[in-house]
């Protein structure tokens, strides 16, 4: 079985929180816990996150593999998915990292809140937190897999999305 992680900052072109709004929608009991605590404006527990992940993990049948988008966030998340996959006798295969400049970031966001109407992203000093604890909580996780020698860079801070697709694409299959 391979494990993934899809990495970088907001705006670099993951997506995101995929896993929670199926949860949601399906209505299970993690997923009405998580939406209450949304509702509440209260961030999501890892407990919560990390077991719909090992549900995910669970449930999925005839996948050769699994590809983690926005998670893990910080270094607690990434030790705890360590321990999920070595219960199951897996670890991480690689984490491709999607590498954009703040100015880029905050260009991206700010588009996406225009055209989608998202007013999570709309304001500028929520652009600032958002990479400020990018850079506070979740970089420190390229040291991490680099010491595991699982980290894999690309550049996504130009081109189109079709580009940077190929790219990625490309540097996955290397891997």
Known sequence: MKYYILFGPPGAGKGTHELLRAEIAAGTKLGL???ALIDAGALVPDSVVE???ETAFDSAKGVDGFLLDGFPRNLSQAADLDKILSARGEEVTAVVSLMI???TIRH???HRAAIEGRADDASEATITNRINTYHAQTEPLIAYYKKAGKY????V????????RDK???LVESI
């Not at 894999?152 to 550049?155: A, L, R």
């Open 152 to 155: 894999h860079e690309c550049n």
């Open 51 to 53: 077991g719909m992940i």
């Open 33 to 35: 816990e998580a939406k």
């Open 101 to 103: 400049s703040d100015d």
């Open 108 to 110: 991206r966001i700010a």
């Open 157 to 164: 801070d130009g081109g189109t999305i079709e580009i940077n």
């Open 168 to 170: 990625v694409l490309a």
